[in-house]
């Protein structure tokens, strides 16, 4: 059922393969699907693909695959746009989806922190002043804002995403984060479905990248940081978990998260974090973990199976704190990567696959096959409700301070 190698598609498919992905498509993609036809459906429906944006596609041809689609699926938003059909297709389909609401850093920069005009928000993000922007990015600016929408204040944003989090009791917070790398591109926004305009592996992982032609600016991390956190005190008022995005932001990811902690204490552990197609160091991911014993990461097919250090991280990671996931627009291709992904993980752990499904409700940990191990960790971050991580010294300089007080009593 997995590859015999889960870091690669293997050998070309025979013609008379028999797929539910379109023909025009990669091979490899076919073969992934081939690799998914061997899997029983009782097995796949344990599967949970924790991040994939399938409005971006064709609604109705998404919404008539979902249908019979045997994995359950968390479908992110981005944008004001695409708010809706979510939550349209979570309506349509509550078994199979679990809407997610936020708004995404790409489009961060059309949101505004405080009332101005539309040239003065966008100049004091892309011409700040100090120090004196030079000429070319002043002509860069010019030519730039014509594409670029009215700002929405980011009080609208908050009700916005409250509303559509309130509607839906069991929905996450997401897409959010932050993102160093992506640039503003001369172009008009998009209206869904995006997936016409997208082009894989364009600046920064930009979905929307395609052809077009990119501005030299990038958002600013401070006014990313600002609509995040204003995100994130909304999941933690409403206790949701949250999808996060976090490019070329390592340090800045670890920051917020201290921060985060920091701010809201015991209510912060109450919600789970997904640090979504992570690309930490595996070094820097176990420094995250350790100080947050609510932050989770998934990997994707998508996005992490480029690099061979999705490898190592899936190593690094505790096996009771990693998700997977398609983070693809197509839902058609959600289930063979997000499976794909798992086998690589499942390879990496030396966790065996199932092949059937016949555990017992009580059946210990040690009997556990791969698909197992995701549910419960799924449940796990869907739970919340996370304990403070209690090491040695914390442990002992407790013991002492207990011993001294009932020292002090005697």
């Known amino acids: 059922m997995c590859p015999s190698n889960a870091g690669a598609a293997g050998d070309s498919p025979s013609p008379n393969v028999s797929t539910s992905i379109p023909a025009a498509i990669p091979s490899e993609d076919v073969l992934l699907q081939r690799e998914l036809d061997r899997v029983p459906r009782e097995v796949l429906a344990h599967v949970v693909d924790v991040h994939c944006h399938p409005t971006d596609s064709d609604f109705g041809m998404t919404s008539e695959f979902v249908k019979e689609l045997p994995v359950r699926i968390c479908a992110m938003s981005t944008r004001r746009s695409d708010q809706e059909p979510v939550a349209k297709l979570a309506r349509a389909h ?49 030519k730039l804002l014509p ?105 800045a990811t670890g920051e917020l998260l201290d921060r985060m902690k ?38 994707s097919t998508a996005i992490n199976a480029r690099s061979p250090a999705h490898k190592a991280l899936a190593a690094a990671c505790a096996p009771d704190r990693i998700l997977v996931e398609s983070d693809f627009h197509d839902v058609r291709r959600s289930a063979p990567y997000t499976w794909h992904m798992l086998c ?6 030396g966790w065996r696959v199932e092949d059937k499904w016949e555990y017992a409700p009580d059946a210990e940990e040690e009997e556990w096959g791969a698909v197992r191990r995701f549910e419960e960790n799924w449940r796990l971050f869907e739970r919340g409700r996370h304990e403070e991580l209690v090491t040695k010294k914390r442990r002992r300089d407790r013991a002492i301070e207990e011993w001294e007080a009932s020292v002090e009593d005697d």
Not at 186 to 193: G, H, T, V
Not at 266 to 280: E, K, M, Q, T, V
Not at 344 to 349: D, E, L, N, Q
Request: net charge negative.
């Open 262 to 299: 920091t701010r809201f204490g015991a209510a912060w552990l109450r919600i789970s974090i997904d640090l979504h197609s992570c690309g930490l160091s595996a070094q820097t991911w176990q420094q995250i973990s350790k100080r947050h014993p609510n932050v989770f990461l998934s990997l």
């Open 94 to 142: 509550p078994e199979k989806v679990i809407p997610c609401f936020g708004y995404h850093p790409w489009f961060y920069h059309w949101i505004s922190l405080e009332p101005s005009s539309k040239e003065a928000h966008y100049r004091a993000l892309f011409l700040p002043a100090s120090p004196p922007p030079k000429p070319e990015h002043v002509s860069a600016f010019e």
């Open 147 to 251: 594409f670029l929408p009215e700002p929405t204040p980011l009080s609208e944003v908050i009700t916005d995403v409250r509303a559509r989090l309130t509607a839906f009791p069991h929905a996450m917070l997401g897409e959010v984060g932050i993102d160093r790398v992506c640039r503003i591109p001369y172009s008009y926004p998009a209206d869904p479905p995006y997936a016409s305009s997208y082009n894989d592996g364009g600046d920064g992982g930009d979905r929307e990248g395609g052809s077009r032609e990119l501005s030299p600016f990038t958002i600013p991390l401070e006014h990313q940081l600002a609509i995040l956190e204003a995100q994130l005190a909304l999941a933690v008022e409403l206790k949701r978990n949250v999808s996060l995005h976090s490019v070329k932001c390592q340090q």
């Open 344 to 349: 690589t993980v499942a390879a990496v752990k």
